[in-house]
């Protein structure tokens, strides 16, 4: 058994998922001879338009359904198995919870499920309150939630056991742009602890977000499945992103560019914040200077000791999202310096080197990646993706091809 | 147990936040009290404490086996149709766990409710029987308040006389269409009617065995046993004014005790027919090998034989134990009924919808509760008067019945051996009539409904659920 077959967290092998109707006839195959591995340390999408399987896929994975054929293993166990069970977290796609209690008595009971002490539930508990920011509702019973505080406490509860392995079905469904943001964080968060996520999601750009590897599923098959960064690169084209430049300048760079490369610059525009970002400025700045209260869900705090990699310093919310805007200068950005953690840094090497007619250098040869710079996603063509998400197909392409 | 004592910490949460115990407990506690301020019986405290204890049980009986009926059913479906068995079976948690919690969970909150309402009945008993005085008391302590044993006359042995009658007179035009077996049957009943029978001016006397025996000097008269008898007359007699005797009545002599013993106790009254009269005499006329001699003396003027019913024509009730004791024993038993119907209603649940499950579970709650007229109605139904084992009546009924008596007898009782009988008056009558309910009885009732039937239930509803996709998709 080599080093990758060890560390397989979940394997699928020819998954197929049959409905049948009253009758015992087959009416619909939701899955269709799927072969999957997720790794540990992975964050992994799932995705699909709906109806695709996604949810089926989870729930074979934990149990709840049973394949029609093939198999599925959760660290190398049926997922039946309580050992097995006891390593994973899971949110569903609809938060369902006991309507009669409220946060802490849903922590505390989901708790003892796992078998953790007095003092250790109470602890967990009070740090998952207060993590997905549900400080100030914590005494109201969930049926009285709304639905992204719903999903906040679902999200807690599916962390109670600080899981090896998480499973997110639809996490951000029903979230402000705040917890969009918290769970995004959280899941970074957690990947730098080993663990591994499963992320099934409709919206592409979270998932861009924070996968390695994302899986497109289409009538129950695999279409395609592969590294995020493999699958969304324009290998044909480049990106320069400098200080601002007048317009002259821009001519003259195009000319220059035209006449010594011979390469056509395709678009030349000023990168902008994403509204994610300017929401989140915008909550944070009310926050902090007119101590606005609100009795519902609160940004919530930095993500709870015990998720945290051990050794790291508490993480303050938007010192977070500073470094997971900026990979590479995690600590750099403090308080709420979102542009400049938006821009990556000027390259006058770069330039200089244009300017010479040389090629310019990676910035993976210095440890960086260029996936890195975000305004190429602004560029990236998700015909692809949006195709299979409108219902209308897509190009078949990845760098696994799935089974058709 | 951590797991499945989390799920029961739920399943009681559960059944109390979401008022349906509580609604339940509050219509009880209405009824309950209806009763006491209407109860009255026969117009004597020990009557009316016969008859609030009769109706309060049967009314808590009744009512916490509806709730724990609607509880299993349920919780298990409103899990499944919400999802919320989603996040709770992808914990740690088997599912056998799951449904053990559940059960414990009802059956922990069906036990505290059912040991309230006990409880408060027992206090409101012990208050009424404050008010008895005098008879009233006495008849409160030795009749109601009390827990007794039942002794009859044994048998006679007439299997020889049987033989020798069918011998002699096999050929007789009455007895000689019979089969052999019924011809010895219906000899023997005759025998047995006679050795109960006692004619006009004759006496019969009857030795009953293995009584308590009395304490050394015991003349207590607080400490009494009862003789409980009924007349069947061999013809309704008249009222005579010249012995003061009434009609429906016969005028009959008992002695209690041996004759030549100086604890010997003689009575002699006219008392109705074909209803339950008692007698009280001290204890000592047991005597102290715990034989107790009973003579019967008919002295009616009127020329009617007098028969003593095999049923309950002739006991002694000795007291054997105090009330508070038989009082628990009957809570566990009425507990007993709700183990079953618990499990019942949560086996039901693991494949039906909530509705389904709780109209089958009740149905079959109903059944058992008229398990023991069903009984004697089919008992009744050739087969020997409901003595016969049930090969016995299978066997007639293949060998004997046509095409569709076979199907539907062979069902009928196929269920009736299947549902327990879960009438809780059977005992409920016990109790109130001041007579045992012993731990070997309880034993039997936990074997039978929880060790034996729930147990299968329990077993069959884990391989349902193991079996069951829980996860719902639309698709």
Request: hydrophobic share 45%.
């Amino acid at each position: 058994m080599d080093h990758r077959q060890r560390d397989v967290v979940v394997e699928t092998v020819a998954l197929t998922k049959n409905f049948k109707d009253f009758w015992g006839r087959d009416k619909v195959r939701a899955v269709d001879d799927l072969n999957l591995q997720i790794h540990q340390g992975e964050v992994f999408g799932l995705l699909g338009p709906n109806g695709s399987g996604k949810t089926t896929t989870i729930k074979m994975l934990l149990g709840l359904l049973y394949p029609s054929r093939g198999r599925a293993r959760l660290f190398g166990k049926d997922p039946s198995d309580v050992s097995a069970k006891s390593r994973i977290g899971y949110l569903p796609e609809e938060t369902r919870l006991y309507q009669f209690l409220d946060s802490v008595e849903t922590l505390d009971f989901y708790g003892r499920l796992f078998k953790l002490d007095g003092s250790e539930r109470d602890r967990r508990t009070d740090a998952l309150v207060e993590m997905v920011g549900l400080s100030a509702a914590a005494t109201r019973p969930v049926g009285q939630y709304s639905k992204g505080m719903a999903r906040r406490i679902g999200l807690a509860q599916s962390l109670i056991n600080d899981p090896d392995f998480l499973i997110l079905d639809e996490p951000t469904s029903g979230m402000d742009p705040i917890g969009t943001r918290s769970i995004k964080d959280l899941i970074l968060e957690l990947k730098t602890r080993g663990k591994t996520i499963l992320l099934s999601s409709h919206l592409l750009s979270d998932v861009e977000d924070v996968c390695d590897r994302v899986a497109i599923m289409y009538g129950g098959k695999l279409l395609c499945c592969g590294p995020v960064s493999e699958l969304l690169a324009q290998q044909e084209m480049t990106q320069v992103v400098t200080e601002r430049l007048s317009g002259e300048q821009v001519r003259e760079l195009t000319a220059y560019m035209a006449e010594t490369l011979g390469t056509n610059v395709v678009s030349v525009g000023t990168p902008r914040d994403r509204l994610e970002q300017f929401f989140l400025r915008i909550v944070r700045q009310a926050q902090e200077e007119m101590q606005l209260k609100t009795s519902g869900a609160l940004a919530g705090g930095q993500v709870s000791e015990f998720l945290r990699a051990r050794g790291d310093e508490p993480i303050e919310g938007a010192a977070l999202l500073d470094q997971l805007s900026s990979v590479e200068e995690p600590r750099a950005a403090e308080g709420s310096a979102v542009k400049e953690i938006r821009r990556e840094p000027v390259r006058t090497d770069v330039l200089e080197q244009l300017a010479q007619g040389r090629e310019p250098e990676s910035r993976e040869a210095e440890g960086d990646s260029v996936k890195e710079v975000h305004p190429e996603k602004a560029e990236v063509d998700r015909s692809v993706l949006d195709g299979l998400v409108d219902g209308s197909g897509g190009q078949e392409g990845g760098v696994e091809k799935g089974n058709r | 147990m951590g797991r499945i004592w989390a799920i029961a910490r739920l399943t009681i949460s559960e059944a109390i936040r979401t008022r349906l115990a509580i609604s339940f407990m509050a219509l009880l506690a209405g009824l309950i009290v209806l009763i006491v301020a209407t109860a009255s019986g026969d117009g004597t405290v020990a009557g009316k404490v016969q008859m609030f204890m009769s109706h309060t049980i049967g009314i808590t009986h009744l009512l916490l086996s509806l709730l724990v009926i609607f509880l299993a059913a349920r919780m298990v479906d409103q899990d499944i149709r919400t999802q919320r068995i989603d996040s709770l079976m992808t914990k740690p948690l088997a599912r056998w766990q799951f449904l053990a919690g559940r059960w414990l969970g009802i059956l922990l909150l069906a036990t505290f409710l059912l040991g309230l309402v006990m409880g408060a009945s027992y206090g409101v008993v012990r208050f009424f029987s404050r008010e008895a005085t005098g008879v009233d008391a006495v008849k409160l302590e030795n009749q109601v308040l009390v827990a007794r044993t039942s002794y009859r006359p044994s048998l006679p042995d007439v299997s020889e006389q049987v033989e020798r009658i069918v011998r002699e007179r096999g050929q007789d035009e009455e007895l000689a269409e019979l089969t052999p077996r019924k011809m010895r049957e219906l000899v023997r009943d005759r025998l047995i009617t006679a050795s109960r029978t006692v004619g006009p001016q004759q006496g019969r006397t009857w030795t009953l065995t293995g009584l308590p025996k009395p304490q050394e000097g015991s003349s207590d008269a607080t400490d009494l046993l009862t003789l409980r008898f009924k007349y069947e007359p061999s013809k309704n007699t008249e009222g005579v004014a010249e012995y003061q005797l009434h009609s429906n009545t016969i005028l009959g002599q008992w002695i209690i005790g041996r004759r030549e013993s100086p604890n010997q106790h003689m009575w002699l009254d006219a008392k109705p027919y074909r209803t339950a009269n008692e007698i009280r005499v001290p204890i000592n006329a047991i005597e102290a090998d715990g034989t107790l001699e009973l003579s019967f003396i008919n002295r009616d003027p009127r020329g009617v034989a007098v028969n003593f019913p095999m049923e309950d024509g002739i006991e002694v009730l000795v007291r054997s134990g105090r009330f508070g004791p038989n009082f628990v024993r009957a809570f566990l038993l009425v507990l007993l009924t709700l183990v079953f119907l618990t499990t019942l209603a949560l086996a039901c649940s693991t494949f039906l919808s909530f509705p389904v499950a709780s109209l089958l579970t009740v149905s079959i709650f109903f059944v058992g509760l008229a398990g023991g007229f069903l009984w004697d109605s089919i008992g009744l139904w050739g087969t020997d008067q409901g003595t016969a084992t049930f090969l016995e009546v299978f066997g007639k009924i293949v060998r004997e019945g046509t095409v569709w008596a076979r199907v539907s007898h062979t069902i009928t009782f196929l269920l009736l051996h299947l549902i327990p009988i879960l009438d809780v008056g059977i005992f409920t009558d016990r109790l109130i009539d001041g007579r045992m309910i012993g731990w070997v009885e309880v034993m039997a009732g936990f074997v039978k409904l929880v060790a034996v039937q729930s147990f299968l239930l329990a077993i069959f509803a884990v391989m349902i659920f193991r079996r069951r996709e829980l996860g719902r998709v639309i698709v």
